[in-house]
């Protein structure tokens, strides 16, 4: 009854589904390595907000060129690792962060130079402010004062943001939409760490405008429902070629019940074959 399965049309049919199934199982497994990765970085971020911080070095190596030039980024293994760095805050090179949203309001973000004791700097994140109240969303706020003397900050090693970012200087700060790290260290008169610094602590205290940059974790459980999806799918597919063919076996089955049942005229045509 399911010999026409061995016809040119329905092994072709048979190849389509198995490479259909194969690729939707494929798409899973691609968005289930993508679950995993973010899991990881979710850990990573929740680990980071929960450790004692470490020295900076443990997390970061030191930049080993001269005056503009960037080190090593982070490891992945590293990003999100709490440390502790202790320098001076170069006022004179900060960096503000335009179009940054906290709260849905769009402000700054500022970011500043911690110069430290053998003249690297890395650049501390010191969090958000809003923009002049009335004034062009493009006009620079009031950035408040770093403390004077030596800092101590303690916060978590972020990486850049991938994309070039122009870099422009206006009254004396430095302004970008992005924040390009090897772009950033091109203007800045010290070598530059290679990741960025997202402060939670800081002696003597940070100023109470700055208001803390929160971080969002990556939608990992999105992922595990595609994983779903595209599974079903593919189960889906093989269910439904062999729904097909069964009613296909039934309805030729129904076909030559109908025909040996008939009676046999003669004088009658010659009966035609089932097409495949």
């Keep these: 009854m399911y010999r026409f399965l061995l016809t040119p049309r329905w092994l072709g049919i048979l190849a389509l589904t198995l490479v259909a199934a194969v690729a939707m199982v494929l798409l899973g497994n691609w968005q289930l390595d993508r679950y995993h990765g973010r899991t990881e970085i979710n850990e990573r971020i929740d680990a980071g907000q929960r450790m004692d911080p470490v020295p900076l070095r443990d997390a970061l190596a030191a930049p080993a060129g001269g005056p503009g030039t960037l080190g090593p980024a982070p490891t992945e293994e590293k990003t999100w690792t709490k440390v502790s760095a202790t320098g001076r805050y170069d006022a004179t090179n900060v960096v503000l962060v335009r179009s940054r949203s906290v709260e849905q309001r769009v402000g700054f973000e500022v970011l500043t130079p911690l110069v430290l004791a053998d003249g ?5 994140n010191q969090g958000w402010i809003p923009p002049v109240p009335g004034a062009a969303a493009t006009a620079q706020p009031t950035v408040p004062p770093v403390p004077a003397g030596e800092v101590t900050v303690a916060g978590r090693v972020r990486t850049g943001e991938p994309g070039k970012g122009a870099v422009t200087r206006r009254d004396g700060r430095l302004e970008t939409r992005r924040i390009d790290l090897p772009r950033l260290a091109r203007e800045l008169p010290y070598p530059v760490h290679g990741g960025y610094l997202l402060l939670d602590e ?20 999105q992922n595990l429902g595609y994983v779903v999806q595209w599974w079903i799918f593919a189960v889906m597919a093989l269910l439904g070629y062999g729904w097909v063919a069964r009613r296909e076996a039934h309805r030729r ?3 030559l019940n109908e025909r040996s049942a008939a009676p046999v005229d003669r004088a009658a045509e010659p009966v035609q074959p089932i097409s495949p």
């Design 120 to 124: 690297t700097a890395v650049l501390v």
């Design 202 to 221: 800081q002696s003597p205290a940070a100023d109470p405008t700055f208001v803390a940059v929160p971080v969002g974790h990556a939608n990992n459980w």
């Design 253 to 255: 089955a129904g076909l």
